[in-house]
């Protein structure tokens, strides 16, 4: 038998700790909770995205009784970047979430659709996109979002 171990890398901050750019980013997307349409789970996402020339894309999460029809923030903001600039990499996404009157301490991170859609575009302009996930007690930076989706599916998996 053999093993592969898998580790991801997550700087920890304090949000007074980021680059001024990074604390608009993360500002951004909590403004976005406030725009969420979740009257089911209660539960508001808000996901800021800056390109790399330097326009910001936000989104939040929007809900549907018919569960699988809503979308997440991140997927909202990310569609909403590319079809605006589609020859534009991705440099930045800040994403936050609010709940029961508060954001959360423990910061959130995206879904495996999300965690998908996210990696299509870092391959898409084979550029790594920073992640900043914001929690009330701390701030998680990735440096890319393979490090949130080892193992991943990608386009070099057709070819096998």
Known sequence: MKQKIIETKI???NFDELSTEYQILINKSK?????????YSLFHVGAAIELDNGEIFCGSNQENSAYPSGLCA?????????AQFPEIAVRTIAIS??????FLAEPITPCGACRQVLLETEMRFEKNITVLLYGTEKVY???NIKQLLPLCFEKSSLNN
Not at 31 to 39: D, G, T
């Open 97 to 102: 979430a609010y709940t029961n009157g508060n």
């Open 11 to 13: 700087s920890i901050y």
């Open 31 to 39: 403004e976005q909770v406030l725009k969420a349409y979740a009257p």
């Open 74 to 82: 991140e997927r909202v903001a990310m569609f909403y970047a590319n």
């Open 141 to 143: 930076l990735i440096e």
